[in-house]
């Protein structure tokens, strides 16, 4: 069994990687967005946000989470990726 410290370290090291997967994803965002304005595509495609939801939501569902709450949290960085 991990003691509070392990369990501490290991959260430390997922931010890390959490931090840098939404750094390079906040990238991605925003060469979309550039590619959206060249040709005059809307800045947020309603299907496209649905497209993901679902996919993070199956991809909860198979590694046993509660898809709801996964969703949320990518409806936030969707939010705050929109808003940039």
Known sequence: MNNLAD???????LDKELVSLLV???NLALEAY?????N?????????VK???????????????NEEVIARIY???IKELTDL
Do not use: M, P, Y
């Not at 497209?51 to 993070?56: E, G, R, S, T, W």
């Open 7 to 13: 369990i501490r370290n290991q959260i430390d090291q």
């Open 24 to 26: 390079q994803r906040t």
């Open 34 to 38: 550039k590619c959206k304005q060249k």
């Open 40 to 48: 005059t595509e809307s800045v947020q495609g309603a299907d496209r």
């Open 51 to 65: 497209i993901v939801l679902d996919k993070v939501r199956a991809l909860a569902r198979e590694n046993g989470e």
């Open 75 to 77: 409806e936030a960085i």
